[in-house]
Nanobody, 126 residues
Framework: QVQLVESGGGLVQAGGSLRLSCAVS????????MGWFRQAPGKERECVAA????????YYVDSAKGRFTISRDNAKNTVTLQMNSLKPEDTAVYYC???????????????????WGQGTQVTVSS
């Protein structure tokens, strides 16, 4: 069974940085496409960034381009989201997600992912 555990959320001032990490259990982590989603109160859950199993393909939502970086370490079964120049509108619960897919593609839809973490709160104050 695949388990995902996020860490690294917290409270930061606008312009600051946070680094989210997701530790994934299971021996087939390298075959999973991974994604980071966020959900703010009253809003739909959206894909912020995604990465293919090898790391060669990545996706970023327009609002995150140039500020966020997704990366993975298949030897350590981890995926990270480095978030810089944070804005109050980045405030949300951030979720790590995994989908078993060895193709070099990324998934950006919530329904594409089978496994989810419990979420970590990110709050950006103005």
């Amino acid at each position: 069974q695949v388990q995902l555990v996020e860490s690294g959320g917290g409270l930061v001032q606008a312009g600051g940085s946070l680094r989210l990490s997701c530790a994934v259990s299971g021996r087939t982590f390298s075959l999973y496409t991974m994604g980071w989603f966020r959900q703010a109160p009253g809003k739909e859950r959206e894909c912020v960034a995604a990465i293919s199993w090898s790391g060669s393909n990545t996706y970023y939502v327009d609002s995150a381009k140039g500020r966020f970086t997704i990366s993975r370490d298949n030897a350590k079964n981890t995926v990270t989201l480095q978030m810089n120049s944070l804005k109050p509108e980045d405030t949300a619960v951030y979720y790590c997600a995994a989908d078993l897919d060895y193709r070099e593609i990324v998934h950006t839809k919530r329904d594409d992912y089978d496994h989810w973490g419990q979420g970590t709160q990110v709050t950006v104050s103005s």
